[in-house]
């Protein structure tokens, strides 16, 4: 800018070439020396004169220092992070073989038991969390990767429930209600009870005298995927879940057969092995997985009984082969072998061991079975394992797990679809648990760190403004040299207005006095600078006020 201030000072000296008043000198004085005049300038000179430019300039200097600071920016990136001795791995865990502390004989492992039964009594409201892969940084990706992992499904088998009333029953007809269990069992006497059966199942029923019934067994096969071959080879456990919707029976001397009747409902819950494609991401510390399940069976030969079906090696017990197909497979040697979808995965078998899978089918069946039923008094029955309270939690708990207890409303005979979701849930828990439980199987799989680090980053774009200012200022710079010789004016030192009538001491009285007084006679002040000699003043011309 100082180019700029200097040649907006000459051409004041220049500007008097000229006769003009002397207001003006303080005009262009100001515009050398602030924003403010040169907008008095431009207002004086009405964008006719070339020192307009040097006021236009020094106006866009205003601007100009905050947009140079735009100019650099600091961005922060996530930056992928080698590992190194400063630098932890980003790990999570991948199965890919199966085997539980079992030998060929013998009972199930502390292991199976106690994720068995934690995926058990974990609230039918809430899911279990697959295992939280390990990130230092707090920020990783993993590339999709697969691992061996327990699966479940359910559906809905209410249609092949086979019900037959029982008027009068008795405690000789019910299923586990007696005398045993309640202190007074003969109030139910008379009762009308229900027989609920599969065609499927034909050595099992069950008799129930309370209209508050479930009752869990397990399933040899299943019901609703009986012609998926797949899911038969790779077959690990499965239970039924039966309960009464009704909840408004009279149950005293109750036996009307017309009025009032039980609305019944089932679903199996299958649990096959499988394997699962994972997507794992890390997030500012949470950790985000979606597993896409699969049970895939590889297959040596087309004309296999299953589809997709191998022969498994066995582990010990020397060279007889065995079949993986749940009608025939020896259920204590052997492997299960599974194959997966992802090109990383072709060529490689996921395996689990037989002896351990039937172990493991054993404990969820074993832990699911029960029964659990209420009178509707102030009595409750509860025959069975782990599972029976959380069964009966997903059928005839509340609506709502968020809702305090002055507007909780429990699940009624119109909830089916929430008690199936509820019912998922367990069969979720159960399998993510277990599926954790593989961990000391697990392989780590190596994910990528990132940690944020900060840029500097030059915007060019904003260097434009900079750059026009420059320009004009180098123009105006060599106009001004051009313009002064040309109209043939003095090169000045820029001034203060005393420092003009600094030469005439004996004048001081004619231009010196009060500002009002100054500020009423500038107007009527005319002066010239004679290119031949000092500046020469004409006083009372007419002029500008």
């Known amino acids: 800018m100082s180019p700029v201030v200097e040649c907006i000072s000459q051409w004041k000296w220049n500007w008097f070439v000229q006769e003009h008043p002397i207001a003006d000198f303080g005009v262009f004085d100001k515009a050398s020396r602030g924003v403010l005049g040169s907008v008095f300038l431009v207002r004086l000179l009405k964008w006719k004169h070339v020192a307009t430019v040097g006021a236009v300039i020094s106006i866009l200097g205003i601007v100009t220092t905050p947009v140079t600071q735009l100019l650099i920016q600091y961005p922060s990136h996530l930056v992928a992070v080698l590992p190194g001795p400063d630098t932890g791995n980003a790990t999570s865990p991948a199965v890919q073989n199966y085997r539980s502390h079992v030998g060929l004989t013998g009972a199930r492992s502390l292991d199976i038991s106690s994720f068995v039964t934690s995926g058990l009594v974990h609230p039918s409201v809430t899911l279990i969390s697959d295992v939280s892969p390990s990130c230092p940084s707090g920020t990783c990706t993993w590339p999709e990767f697969e691992s061996l992992a327990l699966c479940s499904k359910v559906a809905n088998i209410t249609d092949r429930i086979r019900v037959e009333q029982i008027p009068f029953s008795t405690s000789q007809d019910w299923t586990t209600w007696d005398d045993t269990l309640d202190p007074d069992p003969l109030k139910l006497n008379g009762t009308l009870a229900y027989n609920v059966s599969f065609p499927e199942e034909e050595n099992e029923s069950f008799v129930a005298p309370v209209s508050y019934t479930l009752y869990s067994s397990r399933l040899s096969r299943s019901i609703a995927f ?100 749940q009608e025939g497979r020896n259920s204590n040697q052997g492997v299960l072998a599974l194959k997966g979808t992802l090109e990383a ?59 305090d207890d002055s507007t909780k409303e429990p699940l009624g005979e119109w909830d089916v679809e929430i008690q199936r979701e509820r019912l998922e849930n367990v069969a979720k828990n159960l399998a993510v648990s277990i599926t954790n439980g593989y961990g000391e199987n697990a392989f780590p799989v190596l994910g990528t760190v990132f940690e944020m680090q900060v840029f500097v980053q030059v915007r060019w774009a904003w260097l434009t403004l900079l750059v026009v ?37 004996e004048r001081e009285p004619e231009v010196i006095g009060r500002r009002a007084q100054m500020v009423e006679q500038r107007g009527a002040m005319m002066m010239m600078i004679s290119s031949a000699g000092p500046p020469q003043q004409v006083m009372e011309k007419p002029g500008r006020k």
């Not at 019944?264 to 092995?273: D, R, S």
């Not at 996921?350 to 404990?363: E, V």
């Not at 010789?485 to 820029?494: D, E, L, M, N």
């Open 345 to 403: 995965s072709k060529g490689v078998n996921f395996t689990a061991d037989i002896r351990s899978l039937t172990l493991l089918g054993q404990a969820i069946t074993q832990d699911s079975s029960g029964i659990w039923a209420w009178d509707g008094g102030d009595f409750k029955v509860q025959v069975g394992n782990v599972a029976t309270p959380t069964l009966a939690d997903a059928v005839y708990g509340y609506k709502s797990a968020e809702a």
């Open 226 to 325: 009986a012609d998926d071959k797949a899911l038969t080879a790779a077959w690990v456990a499965g239970y039924k879940v039966v309960w009464s919707n009704a909840g408004n029976v009279t149950y005293t001397h109750g036996n009307s057969t017309t009025s009032n009747p039980w609305r019944w409902q089932a679903f199996e819950m299958i649990y096959y092995a499988c394997v699962n494609k994972y997507s794992v991401r890390v997030e500012n510390g949470t950790a985000h997985t979606v597993a896409l399940p699969s049970h895939a069976v590889i297959t040596s030969s087309s004309d296999r009984v299953v589809p997709n079906c191998t022969t498994p090696r066995l582990v010990s017990g020397g060279a007889q082969k065995t079949t993986c197909n």
């Open 469 to 505: 200012q420059l320009a004009l200022a180098l123009v105006f710079f060599v106009v001004t040299v051009i313009g002064t010789r040309r109209i043939g004016s003095q090169v000045y030192k820029s001034s203060a207005l005393a420092a003009l009538f600094a030469l005439y001491p």
